[in-house]
C-alpha cells in the first residue's frame, strides 16, 4: 500500500509540474477601458472591465453617476470574463463615476468604482461608496455546522457499515447519524437565502445563482436523508449515498477556480471523503467502545477494523491537503503573505496536533481501552476546530490584498500603486503623450499633510506639480510633458511627524 501511495503522489507531482500556472481564486480587475483617472475629448459609448477569469452579473450590481452626481440609465452586460456597461449618448462634460460589483467564479463578491472625465476633471468628485459587504456571521456559523453535521453524519453511516462488526449494538451510532443528517439539512438550506444576501442583497435572487449551488445542496440535503434511512436495511448503497452527500461541497468554493481543475476537485472529492471517515470514525469508537467492556475480543476488533485503514484515511488527508493548499494558494509564499495562507497554517498546526493523538493512539494506548477512549475525545475536539475554521477558510480570499493593484498596474501602463507607510497610493498618468496630462492620486487613508509630487525625466525636469483636492484622499493635477519617454513621478507623504517616505513610479509616455 505504500508503494502504491508513493507512486500516486510522484504521478501527480509529474502531472503537476507540466500544467499551467494556477488562478487565483477571487476574480481581479486587470484593466478598464478607458483606464481609471483617464481624461477624454469625447464621452465613450461604453466601459469594459476585464477580469483574469469568467464573472457573473449582480442585478443593479453597476451604478452610473454623471458629473452633476446624479444617478443615470446604464445597461451592464456579462460575458465570461468581461463587464460592460454601456453609456447614456449625453454623459456632458465632467468627471463620471461607475461603481461595479460582480462575483467571481469561486462565488466570492468582487466590487470598485471607475472614474474618468470628459474635458476636464470635475473640481470635487465624491465617489459613493464602493465594494463588497463583509461575509455576516450568520453564514460562516451556518457554514461550519452545515460541515460538521455534515462529517459526522456521513461519518457515522460510513463506520457503521465498513468497520462494525455484525453483532455489535448500533442503535446508538443510528440516532447519532440521523440527528446529524437533520442538522446538516436545516444548515445547507439555510445557507442558501444567506449566501443571496451575502452576494446579491436580496433573497428574491434565486435566478442569479448558479445552478451547481443548488445540485451541491440537493446532493448534501438529500444524500445524507437517504445513507441513514438505508444503513439498516442496505449498507452499500447507504456508502454510496454518504460519500456523495459528503463529496458535494467540492463542486463549488475555491477548487472552481483553481487548476487543474478535474485533479483538484477530485483531490478535494477524496479530501472530504478521507476527513469524514476520521471524524465519524473517531466519535463511533467514542460511542462503541464503552458498551463492549464486558463482551471479550469486541472492543479489540473494533480497534483494529478502524485502526487499520486510519493509517490510509490519514495519507489521504496530508496529500489531498498539500496538494489544495498548492493549486489553490498558487505558492508557497502565499501561506505567511495572504490571511488565507495564515489561516490555513492554525488549521495545519491543529490538525498536526490530532495527528500526533492519533499515532498516539495507534501505537502506544490500543491495548488499554481507558486511555483510548480519552484520546479519542480529544482528538475528536480537535477535529471540529479544524473544522470551524474551515468554514472561515471558505470565506477568505487565498491571495495577498496587493495581487489585484500589481495586476492592475501590469495591464494599464498609466496607472501605479506603491505603499508609504502604511497609506497605499495610486497614481495615475494619463493619457500618456506629449502634451497635456492629468495626474490623479488616490490615498487610502489621509497623511499629516497632503502629498508631494515632482516630475522629471531624462531630458526634462518639471519640478514639483502643484495638486488640488477633489475629495478625502483624492488629489488631481493638470502638466504639460514636453518630450516623450521615460518620466519618473516622485511621490513623498508625511506619514508622521518624523517619517516622511518617498517613491518613485515610472510613467512610458508616447510621442
Keep these: 500500500m505504500i508503494r502504491r501511495l508513493l507512486v500516486l503522489l510522484l504521478a501527480s507531482a509529474v502531472m503537476l509540474l507540466g500544467l499551467s500556472e494556477p488562478a487565483y481564486a477571487h476574480a481581479n480587475l486587470v484593466s478598464a477601458d478607458p483606464a481609471e483617472g483617464a481624461?477624454?475629448?469625447?464621452?465613450?459609448?461604453?466601459?469594459?472591465?476585464?477580469?483574469?477569469?469568467?464573472?457573473?452579473?449582480?442585478?443593479?450590481?453597476?451604478?452610473?453617476?454623471?458629473?452633476?452626481?446624479?444617478?443615470?440609465?446604464?445597461?451592464?452586460?456579462?460575458?465570461?470574463?468581461?463587464?460592460?456597461?454601456?453609456?447614456?449618448?449625453?454623459?456632458?462634460?465632467?468627471?463620471?463615476?461607475?461603481?461595479?460589483?460582480?462575483?467571481?467564479?469561486?462565488?466570492?463578491?468582487?466590487?470598485?468604482?471607475?472614474?474618468?472625465?470628459?474635458?476636464?476633471?470635475?473640481?470635487?468628485?465624491?465617489?459613493?461608496?464602493?465594494?463588497?459587504?463583509?461575509?455576516?456571521?450568520?453564514?460562516?456559523?451556518?457554514?461550519?455546522?452545515?460541515?460538521?453535521s455534515l462529517f459526522l453524519a456521513s461519518g457515522l453511516v460510513l463506520f457503521v457499515a465498513l468497520f462494525l462488526p455484525t453483532g455489535v449494538p448500533r442503535r446508538r451510532l443510528v440516532t447519532g447519524a440521523r440527528v446529524a443528517a437533520a442538522v446538516a439539512a436545516v444548515a445547507w438550506l439555510v445557507m442558501l437565502p444567506l449566501t443571496l444576501l451575502y452576494l446579491y442583497g436580496q433573497v428574491s435572487a434565486w435566478s442569479s445563482l448558479p445552478p451547481t449551488e443548488y445540485a451541491v445542496t440537493a446532493a448534501v440535503v438529500g444524500g445524507s436523508a437517504l445513507a441513514v434511512v438505508l444503513l439498516n436495511r442496505r449498507r452499500g448503497a447507504a456508502v454510496s449515498a454518504a460519500a456523495i452527500a459528503v463529496m458535494a461541497p467540492a463542486f463549488v468554493g475555491h477548487t472552481r477556480a483553481a487548476t487543474p481543475e478535474v485533479l483538484v476537485i477530485g483531490a478535494d472529492m477524496l479530501h472530504l471523503l478521507a476527513g469524514s471517515v476520521w471524524l465519524g470514525g473517531l466519535v463511533g469508537l467514542a460511542l462503541t467502545l464503552p458498551g463492549l467492556s464486558g463482551r471479550g475480543g469486541a472492543a479489540a476488533d473494533v480497534l483494529a477494523?478502524?485502526?487499520?485503514?486510519?493509517?490510509?484515511?490519514?495519507?489521504?488527508?496530508?496529500?489531498?491537503?498539500?496538494?489544495?493548499?498548492?493549486?489553490?494558494?498558487?505558492?508557497?509564499?502565499?501561506?505567511?503573505?495572504?490571511?488565507?495562507?495564515?489561516?490555513?497554517?492554525?488549521?495545519?498546526?491543529?490538525?498536526?496536533v490530532a495527528l500526533a493523538i492519533a499515532g498516539w493512539n495507534r501505537w502506544s494506548l490500543v491495548p488499554r481501552r481507558r486511555p483510548v477512549l480519552r484520546a479519542i475525545a480529544v482528538e475528536g475536539a480537535i477535529l471540529i476546530v479544524a473544522l470551524l475554521l474551515t468554514g472561515f477558510l471558505v470565506d477568505t480570499s487565498p491571495e495577498s490584498t496587493s495581487t489585484p493593484a500589481r495586476a492592475a498596474a501590469e495591464a494599464n501602463p498609466g496607472v501605479r500603486t506603491t505603499t508609504l507607510g502604511d497609506i497605499e497610493v495610486q497614481a495615475t498618468l494619463a493619457p500618456l503623450r506629449r502634451g497635456t496630462n492629468t495626474i490623479t492620486l488616490k490615498l487610502s487613508s489621509e497623511g499629516v499633510a497632503p502629498p508631494v509630487v515632482r516630475l522629471t525625466s531624462d531630458r526634462a525636469g518639471l519640478g514639483e506639480v502643484p495638486l488640488k483636492q477633489v475629495s478625502a484622499g483624492n488629489y488631481t493635477a493638470s502638466v504639460v510633458l514636453p518630450a516623450p519617454g521615460t518620466w519618473r513621478m516622485q511621490v513623498s507623504l508625511r506619514v508622521s511627524e518624523f517619517a516622511n517616505p518617498v517613491a518613485e513610479l515610472d510613467f512610458e509616455v508616447n510621442g
Excluded at 80 to 93: F, H, R, Y
Design 39 to 148: 481624461v477624454l475629448t469625447t464621452a465613450p459609448d461604453q466601459v469594459v472591465f476585464t477580469f483574469d477569469e469568467a464573472v457573473r452579473g449582480v442585478p443593479d450590481g453597476v451604478q452610473v453617476f454623471d458629473p452633476q452626481g446624479d444617478l443615470v440609465e446604464a445597461t451592464a452586460t456579462v460575458g465570461g470574463a468581461k463587464l460592460e456597461v454601456a453609456l447614456p449618448d449625453q454623459l456632458g462634460n465632467g468627471t463620471t463615476v461607475i461603481t461595479w460589483r460582480v462575483v467571481s467564479d469561486d462565488g466570492h463578491p468582487v466590487g470598485g468604482a471607475l472614474t474618468f472625465s470628459v474635458g476636464a476633471p470635475t473640481p470635487v468628485v465624491t465617489p459613493p461608496a464602493a465594494g463588497v459587504p463583509e461575509v455576516p456571521w450568520t453564514l460562516t456559523l451556518a457554514r461550519w455546522l452545515g460541515y460538521v
Design 305 to 352: 477494523r478502524f485502526s487499520t485503514a486510519a493509517a490510509g484515511v490519514l495519507a489521504a488527508l496530508v496529500a489531498t491537503g498539500s496538494l489544495l493548499a498548492w493549486r489553490i494558494l498558487g505558492s508557497w509564499s502565499a501561506l505567511v503573505d495572504t490571511s488565507y495562507g495564515q489561516l490555513l497554517l492554525v488549521k495545519i498546526g491543529i490538525v498536526a
